[in-house]
């Protein structure tokens, strides 16, 4: 009976529990993108956020040049296109960073790759394709010669103005190999985020010490961290704290002072020995608390003055997921990136799910890559605690409010490599 309640929705505090998508809307809604930047080197650059688009000052190619090593060739009218054996005489030797002289009509010049094309030379046969004479002063070739043969245009690449990279794109190694192309040696990015974190729970002890009876090690601590530092933010963490009001307010009103996020895990529930939510409301504004979502219907987003706050489940499953779903997007909103939300790709389920159930779940599942397309098997211990699941799975199958299918379904899947990096 009891179950029953919970199962449509509500649960023992008989207060509906959000929807996943509209608390997602509100949380992504409520995210200020941070105005303030700065200049960083290329070295410094990975994955920071352009503040401002790159617009190239120069063409990429700069000068039409060799994409082979082989040789130029100056081909007059009649030997364009033309079969059969030309001997053209070598005039010249031209390596990448020289220039060439003019070639007249019907000569040639040794060229490396990456040379400037020199003047008059209408094509360039690859090496493979000449025969050279003992002397080295003529070659022959054996094969119709187009022009423009192996020739890489100046623009090619990039022409002066082009935007070569937009203002909200986190760098990746090939956007800064792509700055360094057009000469920019240095990008205005968007400064880190400054997030204060701190655990809650009686009963945590930090990874080195001896359990004793009743107590458990902070995993949280160790995952949400790294999961911070690779999203690029600074981490304040302020460690363990206990369950009661005074210690919960105290850690949220230090941490309030100059972060731009606050972000806790456990004591976010319904129970007495929860105090986050009650420590929000007493210092700030809660603007949303618990979603009809598995694992993590305990999420609590809102601001202590300029602060925002998300305090995640205690559950080591239900923390991982839920920032990553909900934390992670609205990290990356504030930190400017344009493309901040998590993109789910389509994948076929192993697995039959019979019982309808109203909470959204994300369950924890590998890929099967010797099916085509790729399917999910289904890990078969599910619990918010059974932190195994996430690391032996690859991804998260995303199982809609009220459904029920059979084998073979094409559901969303989010990749957790993509999700924790
Ligand atoms: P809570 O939300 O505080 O009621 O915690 C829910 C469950 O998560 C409890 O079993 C806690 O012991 C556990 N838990 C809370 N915080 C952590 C943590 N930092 N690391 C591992 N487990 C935790
Ligand atoms: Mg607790």
């Not at 503040?51 to 000052?57: F, K, L, M, Q, R």
């Not at 400037?116 to 002063?137: D, I, L, W, Y």
């Not at 986050?276 to 009809?292: D, Y």
């Amino acid at each position: 009976m009891n179950k029953q309640k919970i199962d449509c929705g509500c649960d023992q505090v008989q207060q509906p529990l959000l929807a996943m998508d509209k608390a997602l809307n509100i949380l992504l809604d409520a995210a200020t993108i941070n105005t303030n930047t700065h200049c960083t080197s290329l070295d410094d650059s990975l994955y920071q956020v352009l503040a401002e688009d790159i617009c190239s000052t120069i063409n990429v190619p700069d000068f039409d040049n060799s994409a082979m090593d082989g040789y130029a060739i100056n081909l007059k009218k009649d030997q364009i296109n033309t079969p059969g054996i030309l001997e053209f005489q070598v005039t010249d030797r031209i390596p990448a960073g020289n220039i060439g002289n003019e070639l007249k009509p019907g000569h040639a010049a040794r060229i490396f790759t990456g040379a400037p094309v020199p003047k008059g030379a209408n094509t360039v046969v690859m090496q493979e394709e000449c025969e050279p004479s003992k002397e080295g002063n003529s070659i022959e070739t054996w094969r119709p010669l187009s022009l423009n043969e192996n020739i890489r245009p100046l623009g090619n690449d990039i022409q002066i103005g082009d935007v070569i990279l937009p203002a909200g794109l986190q760098l990746k190694p090939q956007d800064i190999g792509l700055a360094a192309s057009v000469g920019v040696a240095k990008l205005k990015v968007i400064k880190k985020l400054r997030v204060g974190v701190f655990f809650t729970g009686n009963e945590l002890v930090e990874p080195g010490n001896i359990l004793k009876n009743g107590q458990i090690f902070n995993s949280n601590r160790y995952a949400l961290v790294p999961l911070l530092k690779q999203l690029n933010c600074e981490v304040i963490n302020l460690g363990n704290i206990q369950d009661d009001l005074n210690s919960t307010c105290k850690a949220l009103e230090t941490l309030a002072i100059d972060c731009n996020l606050i972000m806790t895990t456990g004591g976010v529930s319904v129970g007495e020995e929860d105090h986050v939510k009650s420590a929000l409301e007493k210092l700030g504004k809660l603007s949303l608390w618990r979603i009809k979502m598995k694992p993590g219907k305990p999420l609590a987003f809102g601001h202590i003055g300029k602060a925002a706050f998300i305090g995640l489940p205690g559950n080591p499953v239900s923390a991982i997921v839920t920032f990553c779903l909900f934390a992670r997007p609205y990290i990356k909103k504030m930190q400017g990136i344009s493309n901040y939300k998590n993109q789910p790709v389509q994948v076929q389920c192993n697995f039959d799910w019979r019982r309808p159930r109203p909470r959204r779940e994300f369950v924890r599942v590998k890929l099967d890559h010797s099916t085509i397309p790729a399917s999910a098997n289904l890990y078969p211990k599910q619990g918010s605690d059974v932190l195994s699941s996430i690391v032996w799975a690859d991804g998260l199958i995303e199982i809609p409010e009220n459904s029920t299918f059979s084998q073979g379904e094409v559901l969303n899947y989010y990749s957790l490599t993509e999700l924790t990096q």
